[in-house]
């Protein structure tokens, strides 16, 4: 189902540029986008549990339903949409913003920072068609639900969660500092 997706290769990203003697208000640009992605990484965590109970039989689907409706951030949620609705619409807002914004002023840096900024739109991309897919198959699992679909949305899931994770990883590393540094944040 995902083999044409073509996945971004760790080890091809450009190294980041390390910004040295930094100021604490130079770091809190970089630390503020960390904390967004804390945000992003919760509820990929969040997620993964629920899904890994309820595919471990450890769980039904009610049983996961009434834990999921449990969470402070899903009870925040569904007065505007369901969970993975609104996680997918938060990712694709904050990667928006990203590359309308950040990664423009990035890549006016020098060579390096472009090159990193464009590899971050690439990854975006990655996601961006990851979320797509999840929502989908979320919707057909909804409607029919079964073992073939459920295996399916795990699949789009533990993909999106290896790329995102990943993602957010680098992103941080790559231009953290550099938002203080060059105060474009």
Request: include cysteine; charge should be negative; glycine fraction near 8%.
């Amino acid at each position: 189902m995902l083999l044409d997706i073509g996945f971004l290769d760790d080890a091809t990203r450009p190294a980041p540029i390390r910004l040295e003697g930094l100021t604490e208000a130079q770091r809190a640009p970089g630390l503020h986008l960390k904390e967004v992605h804390d945000h992003l990484r919760d509820n990929m965590k969040t997620l993964a549990v629920l899904i890994d109970r309820a595919a471990s039989g450890e769980i039904g689907a009610k049983a996961a339903t009434d834990e999921a409706a449990s969470l402070a951030m899903v009870a925040n949620y569904r007065r505007f949409g369901n969970l993975c609705g609104q996680h997918c619409n938060i990712v694709n807002v904050h990667h928006s913003i990203e590359d309308e914004a950040i990664f423009p002023a990035i890549a006016a840096q020098g060579a390096v920072f472009k090159a990193i900024a464009d590899r971050l739109r690439a990854e975006h991309v990655v996601v961006h068609e990851l979320l797509v897919r999840l929502i989908d198959r979320l919707g057909e699992l909804a409607a029919d639900p079964g073992p073939s679909r459920f295996a399916d949305t795990l699949e789009i899931y533990r993909a999106l969660e290896r790329v995102l994770l990943s993602h957010l990883g680098y992103e941080e590393e790559a231009i953290g500092d550099a938002l203080g540094y060059f105060e474009l944040f």
